[in-house]
């Protein structure tokens, strides 16, 4: 969890670095930020669990922490849906940076078909406002993470990329 926690600090980088808006590169990079330490507590926690054994307080940090970086997480994802929302630069021509791209541009793309479909097939009340009931909620960043396959056997056992390894290629 700490490694794929890293994943996601990355990939926030990545974007923050090539949104159009300041405001969301600079709440990206804060979410990043926080999610960095977190991740770097969790990998400390269980580092110091495996070596002290079983214990209820101990457990009850690991979940703690995890439970955490899994906010800390939703943050970063939110904050890369603003960006996204906004507008990204070109990336450059680092591969990592290219699949960031096209992953933001995969959501984006759902995003706007889902809002047309609603805008022409919308109900309104009497007061011309949407009716919530039956709606499909909008595609978000994790939704689109979750319905990725994992990839377990791809991911390396420690948290630091190897050569040829992408910010996409770990499971999120």
């Known amino acids: 969890m700490a490694s794929d926690g890293q994943v996601v600090v990355k990939?926030?980088?990545?974007?923050?670095?090539?949104?159009?808006?300041q405001r969301c590169s600079m709440e990206l990079l804060r979410a990043a930020e926080h999610t960095q330490s977190?991740?770097?507590?969790?990998?400390?926690?269980?580092?110091?669990?495996?070596?002290?054994?079983?214990?209820?307080?101990s457990s009850e940090l690991l979940v703690s922490n995890v439970?955490?970086?899994?906010r800390a997480?939703?943050?970063?994802?939110?904050a890369a849906e603003a960006a996204c929302v906004k507008g990204l630069r070109q990336p450059s021509a680092d591969p990592e940076e290219e699949e960031v791209a096209a992953f933001c541009q995969q959501w984006?793309?759902?995003l706007i078909q889902h809002r047309a479909k609603e805008a022409l097939n919308s109900d309104r009340d009497a007061l011309g406002l949407r009716k919530t009931r039956g709606a499909k909620a909008e595609p978000t960043l994790m939704s689109l993470v979750q319905e990725q396959p994992p990839r377990s056997r791809n991911i390396p056992k420690h948290p630091i990329p190897r050569k040829g390894h992408t910010v996409m290629d770990r499971h999120l």
């Open 38 to 57: 977190i991740s770097s507590q969790l990998s400390i926690v269980a580092r110091v669990k495996a070596v002290t054994g079983e214990s209820k307080a």
């Open 11 to 21: 990939f926030g980088n990545i974007l923050a670095k090539h949104c159009l808006d």
């Open 67 to 70: 439970q955490n970086l899994v």
């Open 108 to 110: 984006r793309k759902n």
């Open 73 to 78: 997480v939703q943050h970063v994802l939110r």
